[in-house]
């Protein structure tokens, strides 16, 4: 029988009481067998997997249990992506122990999975093209297939550690303004014990009008340094009333958000979005 890595067996233990809560008691490597699971029509909660667990004499646990659990796809891991395998001599024949160990190590580093080389069949890599490789039936933790490049490379130690399947993340403000993003400041607060400031203000401009004159304005800006916040110009600024519902950025574990628009700082750039209970 093959040892599986701990993971895959962590997954196993997870999946089998995710699907039979409290099913398997706390056990580890040394204490149980696990059988080849063999594949059952999907049930209803999803399960499409059947795998028997046999406890080991002497280590606590006697007899044998069949379980089911619902094995991971990686055609669905991988739908509408290729992923790109590097190495030095790009494998070739997989037909080696330590060929599957270095080809399943670098599919684990760059894509977060947890093949182990019993996982891996027999197979040729071509180099440069499309290859697809089905695991093993006899996988604990995945079926299916994966289709891939295969590239002649140098590993990259910074590829294993982080994989660029996530696009580039930009900041929401341009950089070069050298000011700091009012959305990413004024996101992570909550000013529901503020009720008394956040119900008095009105939508319209900050700088003039009733918000200014009734010194609701006056009053925000003093919340804000309070919150930790840096006060800002409001000349020009606008304020207005809405759902979280009703803008894409808004919170949506809130009940009202405030949002301020139009706001000319040397210190801040972009809107604020003020959260608060009822």
């Given at each position: 029988?093959?040892?599986?890595?701990?993971?895959?067996?962590?997954?196993?233990?997870?999946?089998?009481?995710?699907?039979?809560?409290?099913?398997?008691?706390?056990?580890?490597?040394?204490?149980?067998?696990?059988?080849?699971?063999?594949?059952?029509?999907?049930?209803?909660?999803?399960?499409?997997?059947?795998?028997?667990?046999?406890?080991?004499?002497?280590?606590?646990y006697v007899?044998?249990?069949?379980?089911?659990?619902?094995?991971?796809?990686?055609?669905?891991?991988?739908?509408?992506?290729?992923?790109?395998?590097?190495?030095?001599?790009?494998?070739?024949?997989?037909?080696?122990?330590?060929?599957?160990?270095?080809?399943?190590?670098?599919?684990?580093?760059?894509?977060?999975l947890?093949?182990?080389?019993?996982?891996?069949?027999?197979?040729?890599v071509?180099?440069?093209?499309s290859?697809t490789?089905?695991?093993?039936?006899?996988?604990?933790?995945?079926?299916?297939?994966?289709?891939?490049?295969?590239?002649?490379?140098?590993?990259?130690?910074?590829?294993?550690?982080?994989?660029?399947?996530?696009?580039?993340?930009?900041?929401?403000?341009?950089?070069?303004?050298?000011?700091?993003?009012?959305?990413?400041?004024?996101?992570?607060?909550?000013?529901?014990?503020?009720?008394?400031?956040?119900?008095?203000?009105?939508?319209?401009?900050?700088?003039?009008?009733?918000?200014?004159?009734?010194?609701?304005?006056?009053?925000?800006?003093?919340?804000?340094?309070?919150?930790?916040?840096?006060?800002?110009?409001t000349?020009?600024?606008?304020?207005?009333?809405?759902?979280?519902?009703?803008?894409?950025?808004?919170?949506?574990?809130?009940?009202?958000?405030?949002?301020?628009?139009?706001?000319?700082?040397?210190?801040?750039?972009?809107?604020?979005?003020?959260?608060?209970?009822?």
């Open positions: 029988m093959a040892l599986y890595s701990l993971s895959q067996r962590q997954y196993l233990y997870n999946a089998i009481n995710a699907e039979s809560p409290g099913a398997i008691a706390p056990m580890g490597l040394d204490n149980a067998l696990i059988g080849t699971p063999k594949a059952i029509p999907a049930t209803a909660s999803g399960a499409n997997t059947e795998i028997t667990v046999r406890g080991r004499q002497g280590r606590g007899g044998a249990q069949t379980f089911r659990y619902k094995r991971l796809s990686l055609n669905d891991l991988f739908k509408n992506m290729t992923p790109t395998i590097n190495a030095p001599d790009a494998y070739g024949s997989l037909y080696t122990d330590a060929k599957k160990l270095a080809f399943a190590q670098n599919l684990n580093g760059r894509y977060g947890n093949l182990v080389k019993e996982d891996i069949p027999d197979q040729y071509y180099l440069n093209v290859n490789l089905q695991v093993k039936a006899t996988c604990i933790q995945y079926t299916g297939s994966i289709t891939f490049m295969s590239i002649k490379g140098k590993n990259n130690l910074e590829d294993l550690v982080v994989n660029d399947i996530l696009d580039e993340l930009h900041h929401p403000s341009d950089v070069s303004l050298g000011k700091l993003s009012a959305p990413l400041l004024s996101y992570g607060h909550d000013f529901t014990n503020e009720p008394q400031v956040m119900m008095n203000m009105t939508n319209g401009r900050l700088d003039v009008g009733v918000n200014d004159t009734s010194g609701a304005t006056a009053n925000l800006m003093a919340v804000l340094v309070n919150h930790g916040l840096p006060a800002f110009d000349t020009g600024a606008s304020i207005k009333r809405m759902l979280p519902t009703a803008d894409k950025r808004g919170n949506t574990m809130y009940d009202n958000l405030l949002v301020i628009t139009g706001v000319n700082d040397i210190h801040v750039d972009g809107d604020w979005l003020l959260h608060y209970n009822n």
